[in-house]
Nanobody, 124 residues
Framework: QVQLVESGGGLVQAGGSLRLSCAASGRTFSSYRMGWFRQPPGKEREFVATISTSGGSTYYANSVKGRFIISRNNAKNTLFLQMNGLKPEDTAVYYC?????????????????WGQGTQVTVSS
């Protein structure tokens, strides 16, 4: 089992940057593909990015490609999301999630473990 705790959210002006972190408990973090999702106000949760177990393969939603970078440090059981060029439409609660799936998946149901979320608000 994996327990996940996100941090790093906050209020930022449009064009600014934030770095989210996701701390994982347990010694099996490196065996899970990890992902970031977000839920804008009044909308459904949506895929943002995913990263392979080694960190060598990443995949992004079109809406964040070129602006966000997902990475992981398996030695420190931590997942990151560097967010640059933030836009008001990036405002959402951001969640990290873990899946045993070896393939890159954007499907929420494929992820077994979820954090509690961290709020990101981008002002115009």
């Amino acid at each position: 089992q994996v327990q996940l705790v996100e941090s790093g959210g906050g209020l930022v002006q449009a064009g600014g940057s934030l770095r989210l972190s996701c701390a994982a408990s347990g010694r099996t973090f490196s065996s899970y593909r990890m992902g970031w999702f977000r839920q804008p106000p009044g909308k459904e949760r949506e895929f943002v990015a995913t990263i392979s177990t080694s960190g060598g393969s990443t995949y992004y939603a079109n809406s964040v490609k070129g602006r966000f970078i997902i990475s992981r440090n398996n030695a420190k059981n931590t997942l990151f999301l560097q967010m640059n060029g933030l836009k008001p439409e990036d405002t959402a609660v951001y969640y990290c999630a873990a899946t045993p799936s070896a393939r890159a998946t954007m499907v929420l149901g494929d992820y077994d473990y979820w954090g509690q979320g961290t709020q990101v608000t981008v002002s115009s």
